[in-house]
């Protein structure tokens, strides 16, 4: 099983990027998805999670401004990233397991995490 996280980079406060996360090895539609940040300094933290019918959850840092969602087709999972912040400077990660090992930062499964760095 392999997650492969894309689409990190430098951006000003205020912008916007798309983060992938492409999976293989496993069958997508079957798991529930998450994407974690950890920042310097910080430890770990649930962004937002996507069950398999779709459903999904935000943390309250995030929401209004992230959307998560996902591809079965392409066996792909996004976030997309708006009105960014200097404090949303972290790595991100995908992850992917049952529902509850998602939310509680157990995945079976992770990706090798991309930086988002957000800065004037």
């Known amino acids: 099983v392999q997650l492969q996280a894309s689409g990190g980079g430098l951006v000003q406060p205020g912008g916007s990027l798309r983060l992938s996360c492409a999976a293989s090895?496993?069958?997508?539609?079957?798991?529930?998805m998450g994407w974690y940040r950890q920042a310097p300094g910080k430890e770990r933290e649930l962004v937002a999670t996507?069950?398999?019918?779709?459903?999904?959850y935000y943390a309250d840092s995030v929401k209004g401004r992230f959307t998560i969602s996902r591809d079965n087709a392409k066996n792909t999972l996004y976030l997309q990233m708006n009105s960014l912040k200097p404090e949303d400077t972290a790595v991100y990660y995908c992850a992917a397991g049952s529902w509850a090992t998602v939310v509680a930062g157990t995945a079976s499964y992770w990706g090798q995490g991309t930086l988002v760095t957000v800065s004037s």
């Open positions: 996507i069950r398999r019918g779709g459903s999904t």
């Open positions: 090895g496993l069958t997508f539609g079957s798991y529930a």
